[in-house]
């Protein structure tokens, strides 16, 4: 193949579900680059697309097919002349329905799984060579290391950047389908993480976000190779390198916070007062139930100590209403518990059966209704929570990681360290920058500030709205 045809070819990958499946998407398209693939957003005229599925909730599959569905519509008005489009599905429905998916929806080329992605250049020379119809598959647990295999991050992630760092999860919670289809907890030896940390910064990310199904529980081989570093330890590293200004990890479980990790969040200023701790219920029997192995209490004790070692820490969690058994009072302790504590940031879901899981048999059914009452009874406390949260960020000046371009010209938009969303006036070269910004309102789901350095502000006040229209779509 010649390299003019090389560059032509479209990839057009759809992702679903957690940023583990956003890193993997981006990693999907390192692999693919060498053979030519370049990105792109229309899927209609993509020479690949890949749908990265998420099987965590019901529907998942379905979901899926009738996406298929759509780009089996899609794939005929393309019309012979656009040449073959290959179809993928990677992902956890990929690994748990494999078989399934290439039985029902015969124009799917390859399923991939998770673990085996870096394996897509040999799939695709395999499907070229069979010609359409025969599927072919790989949702293997390899004895190889894909981050072996897995070539250098071929495109910047920009200054906010995902990293995975441990993949899987031994903690079997009843509802989960994930320690099913991701496999058992690994981790990256610390030397490759850093490694791939210091590309980043050479790339103009200054926040990294440390990914894993268990973040907390990492436990990777140490930079001299001679024992284990926990999470804690490896932040430290990551925190040494130039240009890293903020570190995050998600998601995590209260089990495995441990003291190294809380010594972290009080010493590392490069670690953001920001955690997503997960605790689905905050009655202790439904904990059981969910074989979380930690009881509310625990879960206020862990928060406590997190607290104390820093006092300006924001935390955000994950609730499940509705698991088998749940009654009113249970309800009304998860109820208590979020009051408690109070999350800056919160997922709610209502209870979906996961075939295969413990959960799926267990206990009577709490009714779709009461699922539903439920679930409305703890998002309205999250969401109030959440607004206060904004709330009291007004007033004050904040270091806001400038990201990307905002919704309107001469704005961009950027983070707080407790995750909240702000826009901004600033012009476009601040852009990968920490700026000190005053939060002047909230909006919607997001904050409003200015800028406060005065000299930067007059360098935008110098630009005319013209000026900076150009500015926002020049780059
Ligand atoms: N039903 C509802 N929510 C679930 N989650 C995981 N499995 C299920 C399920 N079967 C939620 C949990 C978890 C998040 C990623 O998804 O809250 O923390
Ligand atoms: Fe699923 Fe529990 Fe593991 Fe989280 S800790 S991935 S909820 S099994």
């Known amino acids: 193949m010649s390299d003019t045809t090389r560059a032509k070819k479209k990839l057009f990958i759809k992702t679903y579900g957690c940023q583990m499946n ?48 759509r780009l089996r519509a899609l794939q005929q008005a393309r019309g012979a002349d656009a040449g073959r489009q290959l179809i993928a599905v990677a992902g956890c429905v990929a690994q748990a329905e494999g078989e399934e998916i290439l039985k029902r929806a015969p124009q799917v080329d390859m399923v991939v799984g998770p673990q085996t992605y870096h394996r897509l250049p040999e799939m695709v020379a395999q499907v070229e060579r069979a010609g359409p119809g025969r599927g072919v598959m790989d949702t293997d647990f390899p004895e190889e290391d894909k981050f072996d295999r897995l070539p250098e991050e071929s495109a910047p992630q920009g200054p906010a950047a995902f990293l995975s760092i441990q993949e899987g999860c031994d903690k079997f919670c009843t509802f989960c ?29 200054r926040e990294v976000t440390l990914l894993g199904q268990n973040a907390n529980a990492y436990h990777g081989e140490s930079l001299d190779g001679r024992g284990e570093w926990g999470l804690g330890r490896l932040v430290r590293e990551l925190a040494e390198i130039d240009g890293i200004a903020r570190i995050r990890y998600t998601t995590s479980h209260p089990l495995d916070v441990d003291d190294e990790l809380i010594a972290a969040h009080r010493e590392v200023p490069e670690l953001m007062p920001f955690l997503h701790l997960p605790v689905q219920s905050g009655s202790d029997r439904i904990l059981k ?3 979380r192995r930690h009881t509310a209490d625990d879960y206020r004790r862990i928060v406590g100590r997190l607290r104390e070692a820093n006092p300006d820490l924001a935390m955000a969690s994950d609730f499940i209403v509705g698991f088998p058994g749940e009654t009113d009072d249970d309800h009304a302790a998860t109820l208590r518990l979020i009051d408690e504590i109070g999350f800056v940031h919160a997922y709610s879901f209502k209870y979906s059966s996961r075939p295969g899981t413990p959960a799926a048999t267990m206990g009577q059914p709490v009714p ?27 007033g004050r000046t904040l270091p806001v990681l400038l990201e990307r371009y905002g919704k309107h010209p001469g704005q961009l938009v950027g983070r707080t360290p407790y995750m909240q969303s702000v826009a901004v ?28 350095d005065a000299t930067l502000t007059g360098e935008i006040d110098s630009l005319s709205p013209r000026t900076r229209i150009e500015e926002s779509t020049a780059v």
């Open 289 to 291: 139930a969910m074989n």
């Open 22 to 69: 956003v890193y993997d998407s981006a990693r999907m398209a390192d692999v693919l680059a060498p053979l030519g693939y370049a990105p792109s957003d229309r899927p209609e005229d993509a020479d690949m697309v890949i749908l990265n599925t998420c099987h965590i909730r019901e529907k998942a599959a379905e979901k899926v097919y009738s996406e298929l569905g």
């Open 425 to 452: 006036e600033a012009p476009a070269h601040r852009i990968g920058r920490i700026a000190e910004v005053e939060i002047l309102s909230v909006r919607g789901n997001s904050l409003h500030g200015r800028l406060a």
């Open 368 to 394: 779709e209704a009461v699922k539903d009452e439920r679930l409305q009874m703890v998002q309205q406390l999250l969401g109030a929570q959440q607004k206060a949260g904004h709330q009291r960020t007004v």
């Open 177 to 205: 389908v994930v320690p099913y289809t991701r496999g058992a907890e690994f981790s990256r030896p610390a030397a490759q993480v850093v490694a791939e940390a210091k590309r980043l910064a050479a790339q103009g990310t």
